[in-house]
């Protein structure tokens, strides 16, 4: 059993009770600031957003403010929940998501960079992967979407499809696309390939589209999900072939310069990513400097 295999997917879902049970007593003479009750509805604690929410609480000053872990699922129920009883709410957000495409939503605006600027989807192996299994490798290399692409498979799933449905709905409708991802790869003769991923909506689209997409032309793929750290260390310490997970420069800059000696960056596979606090567009604030701190 290799040892990451064993560690971490469950730590978010601790927080399910505590998340759903949390209304506040508020009134609509109250700021959104109290309405909120100086809370930010977050997702998994090691996410890059988690840290970028902490360090907006600093750019902003917004002292006593606090956000609360969940995971990727529960936050979009909280999201849910308050869109059907028109309250506030306050969560971190990222594109592409098919939340916006259920929801009508807004980024609150970041005059101050806390969330960086636009970011793009990484595919990352382990050192020596090309040589191993140059096939595969030249997959991963050359795997390039848009987010309208991952938002299809997103949505697909969101309305109820298993994840493995809905990749390889989305592979057999778009031959040409994935033709070039594997334009002169080596067919595989069942070599395993083992990519890791975070179980956020966007990774869960990518990693099973790239499980179709290799299984087949021939290798055996496994997909494991895995904390944000933990992922990235099982691919630097070569326990895991490649995730394509990796959000950069800012959401998971800290990891890059961590582990970049020890990975190969394959590079983008999707840009015009962005993360960032989002609100439903009724709540009357454009921007996180409309946020008050609560002492
Ligand atoms: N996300 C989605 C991740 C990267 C992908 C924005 C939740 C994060 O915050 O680490």
Request: aromatic fraction near 8%; glycine fraction near 8%.
């Amino acid at each position: 059993m290799k040892k990451w295999k064993t560690l971490g997917v469950a730590a978010g879902l601790a927080m399910t009770l505590v998340a759903a049970g949390c209304g506040n007593e508020s009134s609509s003479s109250d700021s959104l600031s109290q309405q909120v009750d100086y809370t930010v509805t977050g997702i998994e604690a090691g996410a890059g957003v988690m840290k970028a929410t902490e360090k907006a609480f600093e750019d902003y000053q917004l002292d006593g403010w606090e956000i609360m872990p969940s995971s990727s699922g529960v936050m979009t129920i909280a999201l849910d929940d308050a869109i059907e009883d028109k309250k506030p709410i306050i969560i971190t957000g990222w594109t592409p998501h098919w939340m916006f495409a259920k929801y009508d939503l807004k980024y609150l605006e970041d005059p101050k960079g806390s969330y960086g600027g636009a970011e793009a989807l990484h595919t990352l192996t382990r050192q020596g992967f090309a040589d191993d299994i140059p096939g595969a490798n030249k997959v991963l290399d050359q795997f390039n979407w848009d987010v309208e692409d991952m938002e299809e498979v997103m949505l697909e799933i969101n309305n109820g499809a298993d994840p493995a449905e809905a990749a390889r709905k989305w592979v057999d409708a778009h031959a040409d696309k994935v033709s070039e991802w594997t334009k002169g790869a080596e067919e595989g003769t069942g070599q395993e390939v083992s990519l890791v991923y975070v179980e956020w909506d966007s990774e869960v689209a990518s990693t099973n589209v790239l499980k179709v997409v290799l299984d087949d032309l021939g290798y055996k793929t496994e997909i494991t999900p895995l904390d944000n750290a933990i992922m990235w260390q099982a691919v630097a310490q070569g326990e895991a072939d490649a995730t394509a997970s990796a959000w950069l420069p800012t959401t998971h800059g800290d990891l890059y310069e961590e582990y970049k000696d020890q990975i190969v960056d394959l590079g983008a596979s999707l840009e015009g990513a962005r993360t960032g606090l989002v609100v439903p567009s009724y709540v009357d604030a454009d921007s996180i400097e409309d946020l008050q701190p609560k002492d």
